[in-house]
DNA sequence: GGCTCATGCCAACTATTATTGGCATGAGCC
DNA sequence: GGCTCATGCCAATAATAGTTGGCATGAGCC
């Protein structure tokens, strides 16, 4: 995960550039947990959770899986996925230059589709 | 530049978070410019260039300084500031430890004020 | 003086994101 | 059956961030 492309690297800069989402993730780097339990542990409610945990999932910093507990209920667990991330201003630069971001008039041809 | 504190870290990485800024930094690495200069550069207005500068700035990832030009007109210079940011889960959760946000209940104490 | 170029800034509008509350479902437990 | 607990999702409303256009200033150049 050293580098990867502009794209992605604004969409996990943007997910971690959260306070809420900071927490979370703090709080499952500390051990899994499933949705609701994670919610009162952070004083949150669970609309507002889910959405941030979707938008971590979909970043990739986190996965879910369901689990059955004891008494037939189904839990979601969710953990984090680990990541490094070295960010420098070369970093920064090859990773913008792979943008695809419309905006100043060159749309990179994209390789992938 | 290792770890800095939650709030710290929330802003630089919002400000990183953005294509334009992104392209801003890509091309500053490239060299320092002054502000029409890379405004027809990235073909965005000033307007707009500006305000990402200024982002940029407060997060302590460009600096500026004026600087006549041969024919006395006032320049604007800004460049890249190195930076080294290593984000890793630990390191995440250390920071998050150190958030000031409300929003939890906690409101750690702020010795400045 | 009138033209160009550079900076700075604001007021207004649009687009996105964040957050709340409520509602529906499925499954144990009493 | 009625209660609790867990998930999922949506519609509506804040709250923010992004963008545009215009206007004002100061300084060379013709």
Redesign the pocket.
């Known amino acids: 995960m050293g580098d990867l492309s502009g794209d992605r690297l604004v969409e996990v800069l943007?997910?971690l550039?959260?306070?809420?989402?900071l927490r979370v993730l703090a709080a499952l780097t500390g051990g899994r947990a499933?949705?609701?339990?994670?919610?009162?542990d952070l004083g949150?409610?669970?609309?507002?959770l889910?959405?941030?945990?979707?938008?971590l999932e979909r970043a990739g910093l986190v996965t879910?899986h369901?689990e059955l507990?004891?008494?037939?209920?189904?839990?979601?667990?969710y953990e984090v996925t680990p990541f490094s991330l070295h960010l420098t201003p070369d970093v920064v630069a090859a990773a913008a230059a792979t943008l695809s971001?419309a905006?100043d008039g060159d749309a990179p041809p994209k390789g992938t589709s």
């Not at 550039?17 to 989402?21: T, V």
């Not at 949150?44 to 507002?48: D, M, N, Y």
């Open positions: 943007a997910t550039a959260s306070p809420h989402r499933y949705v609701s339990q994670l919610a009162r949150i409610s669970r609309a507002l889910q959405v941030h945990l979707k938008k879910a369901l507990s004891g008494d037939g209920k189904a839990l979601k667990y971001t905006g």
